[in-house]
């Protein structure tokens, strides 16, 4: 049983529209008995030769099936495909960034009625209304879902994205419009939504109530993080209370591009010890050598605390958002390991083998 906390959720009221649990599994044993030829060994005794026979077996090592540090027990995943989605309707469309802000970001809400089972860090699909150029419909695009598990109501039937629209001038001087993200970012309350999935356990939650969480993210890739956050300090559940440390690293270009600010800042003030929160604003500030500050510079001010919070096995980082950001951290990470002896490069491999690093680019 879960059940939501009041939260204040801060969207802006113009361009607005809204409608009136760790178990080891353990495979079963099976023991493979190999047969042998007899041997047969005299053995002297008392002064008489006994003749005795023993039949060697030999017993296969058990197989133990990898255990997982996330919340995967009853992970739904694909209920709903292409051939056969689940129509959902637009509850809530709302933009969240400043109308000065490079692009817009919507944040929407959408009916399921509960069909649509999905987990924190799992995705959906949305297949556009309308055809291709071929005449053929449009091909389902994938996003992150921007909300915990029991929605943004609290009731279990709805899920919600962050999405960007997609505008952009090509090589001809053409301007083009991501067909996908201008499809949603334009809906209507009561319009219908195809809908997929869900998909995905990359970056589902860790199990460990006291685990430290770093969540590294650029844009609207926040949208698994802020599904990560409701969960951990705007509800409420029987079975999970967060008593570690969650860190979220949000960089974006300028300040009005910062998504669910007000979200987060009120989670700070609420849980200070739980709950760090560091905003990289790369067109507004620098650090202090003058470089613009990406979400890679503001780690750097952190640089020998993540380090070390880095070589606990309760530490869990995820990354979402553009595909160029991980590089920029792996360059900070590759001379700190380096003063421990350590190759960054291998121990970043046995990090992603315990599940501990964890990333969603595009």
């Known amino acids: ?79 709903f495909k292409p051939k056969s989605p689940y129509i959902g309707r637009c509850l809530l469309n709302t933009k969240i960034t400043g109308d000065d802000a490079p692009g817009e970001t919507w944040h929407m809400v959408f009916s399921t009625e509960g069909e649509v089972p999905y987990r ?35 009731d279990s039937k709805t899920v919600s994205l962050c999405v960007k629209r997609l505008v952009y001038t090509n090589e001809n001087g053409e301007l083009v419009k991501g067909v996908c993200s201008n499809f949603l970012c334009d809906l209507k309350p009561g319009a219908e939504v195809t809908i997929t999935g869900p998909v995905g356990k990359e970056m589902l939650m860790p199990k460990d109530p006291n685990a430290t969480i770093i969540m590294l ?83 750097a001010q952190y640089a020998e605390e993540l380090w070390e919070l880095l070589k606990k096995d309760n530490t869990f980082v995820y990354m979402c958002g553009l595909k160029g950001m991980e590089k920029g951290i792996d360059d900070i990470m590759v001379s700190l390991a380096a003063k421990d002896g350590i190759d960054w490069v291998e121990y970043k491999r046995q990090l992603k083998k315990a599940e501990q690093w964890n990333v969603e680019v595009y």
């Open 1 to 79: 049983m879960a059940a939501a906390v009041s939260a204040a959720v801060s969207f802006p009221s113009t361009k607005s529209t809204s409608l009136p649990s760790r178990t080891p599994i353990i495979a079963p044993e099976r023991l493979v008995f190999k047969k042998v030829p007899l041997q047969y060994r005299d053995v002297s005794t008392s002064g008489r030769v006994v003749s005795i026979r023993a039949q060697v077996t030999t017993e296969a090592p058990t197989k133990v099936e990898k255990i997982s540090k996330k919340q995967e027990e009853g992970v739904v995943v694909n209920k």
């Open 217 to 299: 993210g650029t844009g609207t890739g926040i949208a698994p993080f802020r599904s990560f956050l409701w969960k951990m300090f705007f509800e409420k559940h029987e079975d999970y209370q967060f008593n570690g440390l969650a860190w979220l690293f949000l960089g974006v270009p300028t300040s009005s591009s910062l998504l669910y600010k007000e979200e987060f800042e009120k989670m700070k003030e609420k849980f200070p010890e739980n709950f760090r929160l560091d905003f990289a604003v790369s067109r507004e500030q620098t650090n202090e050598k003058g470089e613009k500050m990406y979400i890679q510079t503001r780690m």
């Open 120 to 154: 924190e860090g799992q995705s959906i699909g949305v297949i556009p209304e309308g055809v291709d150029k071929n005449g053929k419909p449009h091909k389902l695009r994938l996003y992150s879902i921007a909300s915990s598990a029991l929605g943004d109501f609290g």
